[in-house]
């Protein structure tokens, strides 16, 4: 699985946007960019992915650039509960039966009232 | 919303003891994972399971390990040995069809090896 590069950490306040930067400058043809997140003291949850185009869900958006060799999460006012850690992660479509995420040391966010 | 759920929440054993972590996956999932997290590092694969066999493992994975899918609700890792660095968050996860591309995890079983 390609490789990707987050900062160690970040901060904001409340009810600021938050862009959480990723580089994935080996990224293939077949890799989804996934992102997910870890709250103190439990599992990950899934936040958001994509391939080529720019995604919005309820949590987050995710903006590709048109290189595909970085994205952008988005979390467009964060709120205490946001504080995490965030892992931007690469996996490969085709490989439906071997599908396993690799976790990097992601991005601590900090976020202050 | 359904979720993963995992039993027991904590769990200590004497090093040399066997374990067993429960899960229960999403109902209608067909992959299913374990993961572990030692304190302060990253989280890591161990195993994926679809159809009724390991699909993968890692190098973590060695035969002190196995997992079973004992009915059509539980998914299980035993330990058969623990060791001292056994001591991890263990997390399950699971997800849909192929195609599907989230994996759900639940919220771990702290074990503790002394």
């Known amino acids: 699985d390609a490789k990707t590069t987050q900062p160690n950490s970040m901060e904001s306040n409340e009810e600021e946007p938050v862009h959480l930067p990723c580089n994935h400058s080996?990224?293939?043809?077949?890799?989804?960019i996934h992102w997910y997140r870890q709250l103190p003291s439990q599992g990950p949850e899934y936040v958001i992915h994509?391939?080529?185009s720019n995604v919005n869900n309820r949590m987050a958006s995710l903006a590709i650039a048109e290189d595909r060799k970085s994205s952008t999460l988005i979390l467009h006012r964060a709120t205490l509960r946001d504080a995490a850690v965030y892992y931007c992660?690469?996996?490969?479509?085709?490989?439906?039966?071997?599908?396993?995420?690799?976790f990097g040391t992601g991005t601590r966010l900090q976020v202050f009232p | 919303e359904p979720e993963v759920t995992q039993t027991p929440s904590h769990q200590v054993t004497q090093m040399g003891q066997e374990v067993i972590l429960r899960c229960v996956p999403i109902?209608?999932?067909?992959?299913f994972y374990w993961y572990r997290q030692i304190l302060g590092q990253k989280v890591e694969f161990l195993v994926s399971?679809?159809?009724?066999?390991?699909?993968?493992k890692s190098e973590i994975f060695d035969d002190q390990f196995s997992v079973e899918r004992p009915d059509g609700s539980n998914f299980t890792l035993k330990i058969r040995s623990t060791k001292l660095e056994d001591s991890a968050m263990y997390f399950c996860?699971?997800?849909?069809?192929?195609?599907?591309?989230?994996?759900?995890f639940g919220p771990g079983t702290r074990l503790l090896v002394l």
């Open positions: 996860a699971s997800r849909g069809l192929a195609g599907q591309e989230t994996q759900y």
């Open positions: 080996t990224i293939s043809g077949t890799d989804y």
């Open positions: 994509g391939l080529t």
């Open positions: 992660i690469l996996r490969d479509f085709r490989s439906y039966n071997t599908d396993k995420l690799i």
């Open positions: 109902s209608n999932h067909l992959y």
């Open positions: 399971f679809y159809n009724n066999e390991i699909s993968e």
